[in-house]
């Protein structure tokens, strides 16, 4: 997904499916609104990416113009909270390795490294991070 333009027919699906799993889990895929503008700066939740986990994995991607303002942080704090309430045992979640940014963000939340997936991703090695709950 990183990197890549998706058509139409995948982001309906993909709101339906996060929809059915809102139904099942209680988790799913949450539209970021900043609160002093009402504007979308971004979204995050939960998405199952089949070739790294049958588990959902945390989500989170925002604005250009929104990153490094600690929102990531907040927001991987937040869904795992919901997570835990939801009652998911642990939360995945797997990041480009160039992505030093996110890794910081990951390692804030409580995330520990399990180390990388079997294939490379769009950017490199793929890292995967796990937080028991």
């Known amino acids: 997904m990183d990197g890549e333009v998706m058509e139409e027919s995948w982001t309906m699906e993909t709101i339906e499916t996060s929809g059915k799993m809102f139904q099942d889990r209680g988790i799913g895929l949450w539209l970021v609104v900043k609160p002093e503008t ?34 990531a942080t ?5 869904l795992c909270a919901i997570a835990k309430k939801a009652g998911l045992q642990f ?5 480009d390795e160039p992505n030093r940014a996110s890794a910081r963000v990951l390692e804030k939340a409580g995330f ?20 028991q709950l």
Do not use: D, H
């Not at 907040?74 to 937040?78: C, D, G, L, R, Y």
């Not at 939360?91 to 990041?95: H, L, S």
């Open 38 to 71: 009402g504007k979308a700066i971004g979204f995050c939740g939960f998405f199952i990416f089949q070739k790294l986990s049958s588990e959902p994995q945390l989500l989170y991607a925002l604005t250009e113009s929104q990153t490094g303002r600690g929102y």
């Open 91 to 95: 939360v995945e979640a797997a990041i």
């Open 112 to 131: 520990v490294l399990q180390g990388e997936a079997p294939e490379p991703g769009n950017f490199g090695a793929t890292l995967l991070y796990k937080m």
């Open 74 to 78: 907040e927001i991987a704090k937040t």
